[in-house]
Structure formats: C-alpha cells, structure tokens
C-alpha cells in the first residue's frame, strides 16, 4: 500500500532554487520549539558561478497598518531568529543529524539537494493576526514567522525578487492534555445603606477548552440584601496585550447572553442556572482588531489560541499576548449599580494525531505554492 505524505513546495520566480518542508506549523512545548528541517534544492548551473545561498528564519512583528506608513515611518519589526550560508557552506557539513524526511528528499531530488535546520529561540512569540477592519488593505498586524531562501554574497546582502523564496510558517501552541483546577469564583456586595449582601458564585465546568467547544457557566445568585436583581448578563471576552506599548491591552467581547428569566431575584431569593457561551469566529467575521491565529494561504481562519508562557519573567519577550475570561455581571438598576464576577480560562487547539515517521511506502505529494506569494517587507 502506497500512503501519500503532503510536502510543501516553493520555487524562487526564476526557478533556481526551490525549498521543501513538511509542514507548516511547528509545535511549541514551552521547553522548547520543533525545529525546521527543509531542503533546498539549487541549479547547478547557477550556483557553479560562485553565487552564495543563504537561509534564514525571520520573524516579523506588525504593531501599525501599513496604509499608515508615511514620512519615513515604519511600524514593523523584523527579528533573525537564524541565519547561516546553505550553500557552498552546507557541503562541508555532516549529514548524521538528518531526519527521515531530509533522508527520503535527498535521496529523491539528488546530489543537488541540500539539507539544512533551523531552531526557534526559547521564548519566541507564537503566530498572531489581528483581523482587519472593512475596507482595510495591507499587511495585517501580528506576529508573523516565514523561511527566507535567497542568493547574496553575505548575510545582510540586498537580496534581487527573483532569487529569493519567503515561505510563510506558523509557530504555534497546543491545549495540555490534562485539565488544571476547576475555574470557580464567589464575590459579594454590601451595600452602605442597607442590611445584608448580594452574593453570586460562578463556576465554569473545566478550564481547558478546544475551538467549537461550548463553554457552560454555573451561576447562583444568593440575594441576603433587600435590593433586586433586575437581569443577568453573561460574556466571554478576548483579552489582547500589545507589550510594545505601555497601554496596549484591549478587550472584545466574543459572545454574550442577556436574560431575565428567573428575575427578577427578590430579597432573601436565590436562582441557580446553567448559561452556555460559544466562543467563535463565525459571528465576529467582520469585526476589527479579534486576534486569529496566524494566517497562512488557503486556510480558514480561527480565533488566537491562549498565549501560555512559563513565567511571567518572559512576557516582555512574547509580541502579543491573548487570554480568555468570562463574565457575569447582575445588574441592580441605576441606584444598586452591578454586581461581577470574572474567571479566566483557556481557549486551544487539540493536537492532531500527525503521522510523525516515513515508512518505505510512503510516497510524496508534493504540494506546490505559488511564486507570486507576498513578501514581507525588510
């Protein structure tokens, strides 16, 4: 039985160099990051004139929009995560530490083929997109990675279009496999000029959920004051913080339910109910500035996954950091005010069962990207 292995593919616009990965997205396991491994494949006859091929791993953060890029500004930052000559350097190289999949593309494409590896700095940023507004054009901002081929004479060289490959990659960050302690919260209100207090607990079922999963709320309202609870309103919010900027946190509301059934919750009344929240992309398709997970070509989009990070020494180094909360809030009327209680959890992606090895009878289908891909700017 013949199994087909997807590997992507891009040619420089000239068709000189070609590079080969098998995937796009690499897994970040707060120890650390999977690496890069890829193939290059050069023209003999291009490289037998003495040109130097050069490879590198380039992180890209977008804090402005590009439209707004006047007078000399520039509101993007790109960060070398690696860099090193591919070629004529990389045949001096031994090949031990070749994987399966380096192994099986040189022994198909031949001796023209060159194996290479790049590894992600501990504490690198995972891929953020923020969704445009409407009729906004340019590149999005967030924190993009992408592999960069190109043939110069050093490593900072002003590298032509035509010979340079930009394959856009994603680092990206799964849900644990075990769930943490079950998010649960009281709060209460006095009141200064009445008896008694207004208490309201929530609790959430788990605190790890996947992307399509419902998100069920346990609220009891206990009412030991003599004010009434006139409707309840529940959310979830996405949290953004922007650490570039001193005030770059932002909060949007993802999905959100108000009720009055049950209310109003009288003096010395209690109401118990379960509110169930979906926290998706399909209703905020059109709204600006909803962190996605980082965008690569003929994917769908998603909501940003929550940014785990091992301790809080490290924030500084994460571009753009995205966290998940529910609220609920009670509202009195206009002399009572409002009662709320807010708990965070965390919104991830489920790991796939990747095949992770090359058997003998494994073939390869080999998916082509188009040359004519955007890139980004330097």
Same mark, same amino acid.
């Given at each position: 039985?013949?199994?087909?292995?997807?590997?992507?593919?891009?040619?420089?616009?000239?068709?000189?160099?070609?590079?080969?990965?098998?995937?796009?997205?690499?897994?970040?396991?707060?120890?650390?990051?999977?690496?890069?491994?890829?193939?290059?494949?050069?023209?003999?006859?291009?490289?037998?004139?003495?040109?130097?091929?050069?490879?590198?791993?380039?992180?890209?953060?977008?804090?402005?929009?590009?439209?707004?890029?006047?007078?000399?500004?520039?509101?993007?930052?790109?960060?070398?995560?690696?860099?090193?000559?591919?070629?004529?350097?990389?045949?001096?190289?031994?090949?031990?530490?070749?994987?399966?999949?380096?192994? &099986?593309?040189?022994?198909? %494409? @031949?001796?023209?083929? *060159?194996? $290479?590896?790049? #590894?992600?700095?501990?504490?690198? /940023?995972?891929?953020?997109?923020?969704?445009?507004?409407?009729?906004?054009?340019?590149?999005?901002?967030?924190?993009?990675?992408?592999?960069?081929?190109?043939?110069?004479?050093?490593?900072?060289?002003?590298?032509?279009? &035509?010979?340079?490959?930009? %394959? @856009?990659?994603?680092? *990206?960050? $799964?849900?644990? #496999?075990?769930?943490?302690?079950? /998010?649960?919260?009281?709060?209460?209100?006095?009141?200064?000029?009445?008896?008694?207090?207004?208490?309201?607990?929530?609790?959430?079922?788990?605190?790890?959920?996947?992307?399509?999963?419902?998100?069920?709320?346990?609220?009891?309202?206990?009412?030991?004051?003599?004010?009434?609870?006139?409707?309840?309103?529940?959310?979830?919010?996405?949290?953004?913080?922007?650490?570039?900027?001193?005030?770059?946190?932002?909060?949007?509301?993802?999905?959100?339910?108000?009720?009055?059934?049950?209310?109003?919750?009288?003096?010395?009344?209690?109401?118990?109910?379960?509110?169930?929240?979906?926290?998706?992309?399909?209703?905020?398709?059109?709204?600006?500035?909803?962190?996605?997970?980082?965008?690569?070509?003929?994917?769908?989009?998603?909501?940003?996954?929550?940014?785990?990070?091992?301790?809080?020494?490290?924030?500084?180094?994460?571009?753009?950091?995205?966290?998940?909360?529910?609220?609920?809030?009670?509202?009195?009327?206009?002399?009572?005010?409002?009662?709320?209680?807010?708990?965070?959890?965390?919104?991830?992606?489920?790991?796939?069962?990747?095949?992770?090895?090359?058997?003998?009878?494994?073939?390869?289908?080999?998916?082509?990207?188009?040359?004519?891909?955007?890139?980004?700017?330097?």
């Amino acid at each position: 039985m013949v199994v087909n292995f997807k590997v992507f593919k891009k040619c420089s616009p000239n068709g000189k160099l070609a590079l080969y990965l098998g995937k796009r997205d690499f897994i970040d396991y707060l120890s650390g990051t999977e690496p890069i491994d890829g193939v290059l494949l050069v023209d003999q006859d291009y490289v037998n004139s003495g040109r130097r091929i050069w490879g590198q791993l380039v992180c890209s953060f977008r804090y402005g929009r590009e439209e707004d890029e006047v007078m000399g500004l520039n509101f993007q930052k790109n960060l070398f995560m690696a860099s090193e000559e591919l070629y004529p350097a990389a045949e001096k190289k031994s090949n031990v530490n070749l994987t399966k999949l380096q192994e &099986r593309l040189i022994k198909k %494409l @031949g001796p023209n083929a *060159v194996a $290479f590896n790049f #590894t992600f700095p501990q504490c690198s /940023p995972a891929s953020v997109t923020l969704q445009q507004g409407a009729g906004e054009s340019g590149e999005p901002c967030g924190v993009s990675y992408y592999v960069k081929i190109f043939a110069g004479e050093n490593e900072t060289d002003v590298n032509h279009k &035509r010979s340079t490959i930009c %394959l @856009g990659i994603r680092k *990206v960050q $799964f849900a644990p #496999t075990k769930q943490g302690r079950q /998010p649960c919260t009281v709060v209460r209100k006095d009141f200064l000029l009445s008896p008694g207090e207004l208490e309201l607990e929530v609790t959430l079922d788990k605190q790890i959920y996947h992307h399509g999963e419902s998100i069920a709320v346990n609220i009891c309202v206990r009412n030991n004051s003599n004010k009434v609870v006139k409707k309840i309103k529940a959310l979830v919010q996405q949290g953004i913080d922007v650490v570039i900027f001193q005030n770059g946190q932002f909060r949007t509301v993802i999905d959100a339910i108000e009720m009055q059934d049950g209310c109003p919750i009288s003096p010395g009344s209690t109401l118990q109910k379960v509110i169930y929240l979906k926290p998706e992309l399909e209703n905020n398709k059109h709204r600006r500035g909803i962190a996605l997970d980082g965008r690569l070509k003929r994917e769908e989009d998603e909501l940003a996954s929550s940014t785990l990070i091992t301790t809080p020494d490290v924030r500084d180094s994460f571009g753009i950091i995205v966290s998940y909360a529910v609220k609920v809030k009670l509202y009195l009327g206009a002399l009572g005010g409002e009662l709320c209680a807010e708990l965070p959890f965390i919104l991830m992606r489920q790991k796939s069962n990747e095949r992770v090895k090359l058997m003998p009878s494994e073939s390869f289908n080999v998916e082509e990207l188009q040359s004519d891909e955007k890139c980004v700017k330097e």
